[in-house]
T-cell receptor, first 116, second 114 residues
Framework: NAGVMQNPRHLVRRRGQEARLRCSPMKGHSHVYWYRQLPEEGLKFMVYLQKENIIDESGMPKERFSAEFPKEGPSILRIQQVVRGDSAAYFC??????????????FGPGTRLTVL | AQKITQTQPGMFVQEKEAVTLDCTYDTSDPSYGLFWYKQPSSGEMIFLIYQGSYDQQNATEGRYSLNFQKARKSANLVISASQLGDSAMYFCAMREGADNDMRFGAGTRLTVKP
């Protein structure tokens, strides 16, 4: 039973480029969450999506950041015109539609973004 | 205001001993869930244990148990019989009611000494 998959694991971008991070939820999970972790800090919520719907993007910066979860394929977190402050680990988590612990979120391995 | 507070930036424990990692939380919602995650040096986030606010008994998962004291709003993680592989960052998190996000504490770095 494959867990949450994220790719790439490491991404290096120069200032002004675009970063595209991918997340495939666990099989049977239809809820996807994105979090950002700055060095030596806990995770901060960014956005929550279901298939083809953004449910809650209250934690996402208003500019340059966008997320989608299409009907087919992985969820994508896109950061346009990256700046050095975007350097962080970005984690995706998924949770099942139904289950005993519907509140539990299972995390992927993260994508470490470095902006030069 | 901080929703989740972990007051121990770092903890040391001798191999095979038990250790308690502290976590206090702040919420006025009667329905919430508390979680502990482990983040080893490789960086992934590993779910350890969950406690619901209405659960009558403390959660246990193998060597992990959660000391849930609702009146004190604390949810400490107890690791029994520590192993070298337990060395990692440990994060406490909470999800309130119908909120979509989980709030994380700043984490505690646990080092298990041989």
């Amino acid at each position: 039973n494959a867990g949450v998959m994220q790719n790439p694991r490491h991404l290096v971008r120069r200032r002004g480029q675009e970063a595209r991070l991918r997340c495939s939820p666990m099989k049977g999970h239809s809820h996807v969450y994105w979090y950002r972790q700055l060095p030596e800090e806990g995770l901060k919520f960014m956005v929550y999506l279901q298939k083809e719907n953004i449910i809650d993007e209250s934690g996402m910066p208003k500019e340059r950041f966008s997320a989608e979860f299409p009907k087919e394929g992985p969820s994508i977190l896109r950061i346009q015109q990256v700046v050095r402050g975007d350097s962080a680990a970005y984690f995706c988590a998924s949770s099942p539609l139904q289950g005993i612990n519907t509140d539990t979120q299972y995390f992927g391995p993260g994508t470490r973004l470095t902006v030069l | 205001a901080q929703k989740i507070t972990q007051t121990q930036p770092g903890m040391f424990v001798q191999e095979k001993e038990a250790v308690t990692l502290d976590c206090t939380y702040d919420t006025s919602d009667p329905s919430y869930g508390l979680f502990w995650y482990k983040q080893p040096s490789s960086g992934e986030m590993i779910f350890l244990i969950y406690q619901g606010s209405y659960d009558q008994q403390n959660a246990t998962e193998g060597r992990y148990s959660l000391n849930f004291q609702k009146a004190r709003k604390s949810a400490n993680l107890v690791i029994s019989a520590s192993q070298l592989g337990d060395s990692a960052m440990y994060f406490c998190a909470m999800r309130e009611g119908a909120d979509n996000d989980m709030r994380f504490g700043a984490g505690t770095r646990l080092t298990v000494k041989p």
